[in-house]
């Protein structure tokens, strides 16, 4: 019998060992990744439950092997080398060290291999080496998404190790490669209630403990009519969550906690409740643009985090790439979406705003102008069109267009507010564009005199006075 293998960090590791792990990584840095792997499958024989080899092996592996195009699937069962999972199952329960490195020998042919991967799974969660069976379905999730039975299966196994929000974030992923599965849309909406509730503490009691915070249901239908604290909103949410427990299917109940997280500013979380709440509202669309709403909030608030963190570290070239990929995925799917609005009610300025703007942000300025100059006609949300035409008239380089756009929107503001600040300095820049300098100075005096601090219009104001 198979002496078992136990996980270990790198401070458990043999000193020996720890020198080839410093070796692998002083090879990575140089891009000799091939001599990585070699070190990293040297460390994995004596220590196997050392994962942060597998990791690195697997990251090597991937840049030595992407020549390689063949995609490893769920139904792949033979490989280059002729050697077969059956046969790799066997070596396994023979030789469990033996068998896991002739494993980690195919993988580094083909790291992304969902058939190799899900083996190393199976076998890491019968051993009890949780890490080791996350990481080995992480790496299909990441190289290759379209396989959403293996992606079920972690989510699954993230939800009997009680990692809810891990389970909701691979349900989402799921999602993504397929919007019917029904399976994931639910598992979804399960992981980040459960999620919610253990992180604020309503799981084994906390519910109870949070109703106790409330001063019984009299004084917090006073709160509802009067405007409740925040502590309030808390102590609702967790009778509402007991109440969804209990029945997950009450529209009402959902809906109500959709809005408080909302109110939160829980975006992800309010997205879920949301669509939830669309589906068990036979389809009311309102609940439908109310849910993609929270789900570009969300993606707004990721992009703001990755962009911080690279004013931190403005040298990442792998974080910019990130950030990039971030936002061409996000445009495509905020057209798409706005688009599937616009077909099932045409008529809705609002809606016809939405699809203008994100194909603005995608960059198709000729797609976003007609819809746009629909929207005009909601007076409540003509200035922010009339100014996002005059940007996009701007961008094809139709200045005078573009500043006729803004000169309409000037025409219903009065008080010097946030927006009227953004029409005046976008025409001041327009006309600084057309070299027309008298009149960009003329908008960007009219901001300096009441913000100083407004951008960069002190500089612009007084470099043109020579001061």
Request: charged share 30%; proline share 3%; hydrophobic share 35%.
């Amino acid at each position: 019998m198979s002496e078992p293998i136990v996980e270990i960090p790198e401070a458990q590791l043999p000193q020996n060992l720890r020198t080839l792990w410093l070796k692998a990584l002083s090879a990575v840095e140089l891009q000799n990744y091939s001599y990585a792997v070699s070190l990293c499958q040297a460390i994995l024989k004596d220590a196997p439950g050392f994962v942060e080899a597998r990791k690195l092996a697997r990251r090597c592996a991937v840049k030595t092997a992407s020549g390689n195009k063949k995609k490893g699937n769920a139904v792949t069962q033979i490989f280059s080398s002729g050697v077969s999972v059956s046969r790799l199952q066997s070596q396994i329960k023979k030789d469990l060290k033996a068998g896991l490195m002739a494993l980690e020998k195919e993988l580094e042919k083909d790291p992304n291999s969902s058939s190799l991967n899900e083996l190393l799974f199976d076998t890491a969660v019968q051993q009890n080496m949780p890490e080791t069976a996350s990481f080995s379905l992480e790496t299909v999730r990441k190289g290759a998404p379209e396989n959403t039975k293996l992606l079920h299966k972690l989510a699954s196994y993230y939800l009997a190790r009680d990692l809810p929000q891990e389970a909701a974030g691979v349900y989402k992923d799921i999602i993504k490669q397929d919007p019917t599965d029904i399976d994931a849309v639910k598992g979804e909406k399960d992981s980040t209630a459960r999620g919610t509730m253990k992180t604020g503490g309503w799981e084994k009691g906390g519910i109870e403990d949070t109703k106790k915070d409330a001063s019984g249901d009299q004084e917090q239908e006073e709160a509802d009519r009067a405007g409740m604290t925040r502590d309030q909103k808390k102590a609702k949410l967790g009778k509402l969550m007991e109440q969804y427990q209990a029945d997950q299917n009450n529209l009402g109940v959902v809906k109500e906690i959709a809005e408080l997280y909302e109110d939160f500013g829980y975006w992800p979380d309010a997205h879920v409740f949301y669509s939830w709440a669309y589906q068990l509202s036979h389809k009311d669309t309102t609940l439908k643009n109310k849910a993609e709403r929270m789900k570009n909030k969300d993606a707004e608030e990721q992009i703001k985090k990755l962009e911080e963190q690279l004013v931190a570290d403005p040298g990442n070239t792998e974080l910019e790439a990130e950030i990039l990929a971030y936002k061409q995925e996000r445009s495509k799917e905020s057209v798409t979406e706005a688009q599937a609005r616009v077909d099932q009610n045409p008529t809705d300025p609002q809606l016809r705003f939405d699809l203008g703007l994100a194909l603005f942000n995608s960059g198709d300025f000729n797609g976003a102008i007609p819809h746009l100059q629909q929207a005009k006609r909601n007076p409540h949300i003509r200035t922010r069109v009339l100014l996002t035409l005059g940007r996009s008239f701007d961008a094809k380089g139709m200045y005078d267009i573009a500043v006729s756009q803004l000169e309409e929107a000037l025409e219903d503001l009065h008080a010097m507010d946030g927006t009227k600040k953004e029409v005046l300095y976008e025409m001041g820049l327009i006309y600084s564009k057309m070299d027309n300098k008298e009149k960009a100075l003329e908008n960007f005096k009219q901001i300096y005199e009441v913000d100083y601090g407004y951008r960069d219009v002190a500089q612009k104001v007084e470099d043109a006075y020579g001061s």
